[in-house]
């Protein structure tokens, strides 16, 4: 059974930081991309970074961009989200999921894309 389990999240208050893994098991993680996203209360699920396992590509949502730092170990079948700067507006359950295919650019930060999804772990920035 593929699955992916998010870890880490919490409250902070804004400017601070906060780290977000996820592992993967059931599926060889050498190919296609792993992707972080987020939904906040009332709002559609949005992209935030994605990673490619083969080079390691990085791409970012605009709203994160020099703030969060996604991150891989193939070794491990591990990413990371590290989170910089936090602000009010990050609070949201943020969900870890994989893509099974190669993806470049903006398909990258299609969510019908990822077929396996986390359970979400939450975020919480307060003021």
């Known amino acids: 059974q593929v699955q992916v389990v998010e870890s880490g999240g919490g409250s902070v208050q804004a400017g601070g930081s906060l780290r977000l893994s996820c592992a993967g098991s059931g599926r060889t993680f050498s190919s296609g991309a792993m992707g972080w996203f987020r939904q906040a209360p009332g709002k559609e699920r949005e992209f935030v970074a994605a990673?490619?396992?083969?080079?390691?590509?990085?791409y970012y949502a605009d709203l994160v961009k020099g703030r969060f730092t996604i991150s891989r170990s193939t070794a491990k079948n591990t990413v990371s989200l590290q989170m910089n700067s936090l602000k009010p507006e990050d609070t949201a359950v943020y969900y870890c999921a994989s893509n099974r295919d190669y993806c470049a650019g903006y398909e990258c930060s299609v969510l019908r894309n990822y077929d396996v999804w986390g359970q979400g772990t939450q975020v919480t920035v307060s003021s």
């Open positions: 990673i490619t396992w083969g080079f390691g590509t990085t």
